[in-house]
């Protein structure tokens, strides 16, 4: 008993003196990455017999609302028997390619496709919500060489570029199946990953479509369009970007991150196109590369970088300043928290993150920050 009692002190004892280091001012300035748990509820069911396709696109809006863009031409054939006349089953119909969530999951809107005077996306591929709330999206067939524009409610605002028509990556009017867009709306601009065709950072006047200013890897000014060689992990780093050029993400201190999904690694780049650094992410990937999206964390030194790693299905947290990986989360499966490849990525205002994924994964996750 003397011996229990004894060790039971200690226990006591033990627990304290790690409660406070865990409060003492030392940890508290090194700090933790976020961790986060997966809501398996969200998005709560969709209306009338409705089902997701690929889930190519997930933005997060000022107001905290989440919003989706899949691709309904997607739905696989025994998910049609309530398309048949007569219906063959209750499942299932394409739901709208756009669509507004709330924070608990609930929908709020939808809309989407083919209208008059805009080129509707063959194969729906990225989106963002702009300070206004606008809707800006793309899409990546061999055709899709144009970025759209709309209110919130699904109106029609801008196009900028044109299907079949593209020029290579350094024309200043055309596109080449871009992959992925983010504005900088105190600067009026848009900047274009350029992204599955095309090899480069591509920014416009985000009211008119006017030229800026594009860059390469590394800044260079002329990207090329060169055929390139296979990614090696231990051979020499490529002078160009892969395609796909698969995300662009701007950091509250202007930097900006590039998505150089086959070559394993995100380049950060000035505004201007000045190459800063570039950190490499699971650089043994091979099939589809590792970096497929980020999203930047949301305290206000915006320390930590989430990567959207599709091929090795997981989500890694890297440090923003050296790049350094420090945890990651997520395996190869269907069930709440794991991934087939996981496509893009947002964050919203509490930091809890949302994830989006293509091939048979085929839906939209919720995972909350729980520290």
């Keep these: 008993m003397r011996w229990f009692a004894s060790m039971r002190a200690f226990g006591i004892l033990f627990i304290g003196l790690a409660a406070l280091l865990h409060n003492s001012p030392t940890m508290a300035q090194t700090g933790t990455a976020p961790k986060f748990q997966v809501d398996a509820f969200w998005p709560k069911p969709l209306p009338e017999n409705w089902i997701l396709g690929q889930v190519a696109g997930i933005a997060t809006a000022p107001d905290d609302t989440i919003w989706v863009l899949h691709r309904p031409g997607t739905q696989l054939d025994d998910e049609k028997g309530a398309l048949k006349d007569p219906p063959a089953t209750k499942c299932c119909k394409s739901a709208p390619p756009v669509l507004q969530f709330d924070q608990s999951g609930k929908l709020l809107r939808s809309w989407g496709g083919k209208g008059d005077g805009y080129d509707w996306p063959k194969n729906e591929h990225g989106i963002h919500i702009d300070k206004s709330g606008n809707v800006w999206l793309g899409g990546n067939d061999p055709e899709d060489h144009q970025i759209l524009k709309f209110t919130p409610d699904g109106k029609f605002l801008f196009q900028i570029g044109k299907p079949k028509a593209t020029a290579g990556s350094n024309s200043h009017d055309q596109l080449g199946r871009p992959a992925h867009m983010f504005t900088d709306d105190a600067a009026n601009e848009i900047y274009i990953a350029d992204g ?6 591509l920014v416009l006047d985000m009211k008119t479509g006017a030229y800026k200013r594009h860059w390469g890897a ?9 055929k390139l060689p296979a990614y090696s992990p231990k051979g020499v780093l490529s002078k160009s970007f892969g395609n796909p050029v698969h995300c662009v993400r701007i950091a509250n201190d202007g930097l900006v991150y590039v998505c150089d999904r086959t070559n394993d690694r995100i380049q950060v780049f000035k505004k201007d196109g000045t190459f800063v650094t570039e950190f490499r992410v699971e650089p043994e990937t091979l099939q589809n590369g590792s970096v497929w999206d980020l ?10 970088i989430f990567v959207a790693d599709g091929a090795n299905d997981q989500i890694v947290t890297i440090e923003r300043a050296s790049g350094k990986p420090v945890t990651a989360f997520g395996r190869g499966g269907r069930s709440a928290g794991q991934f087939i490849w996981v496509h893009n990525m947002a964050i919203d205002s509490k930091g809890n993150l949302f994830t989006a994924e293509v091939g048979y994964g085929r839906r939209a996750q919720k995972f909350k920050k729980v520290n």
């Design 196 to 201: 599955y065709l095309n090899r480069r950072i």
């Design 218 to 226: 590394y800044g260079i000014k002329e990207a090329t369009d060169e």
């Design 295 to 304: 999203a930047l964390s949301r305290d206000k030194e915006q320390r930590y």
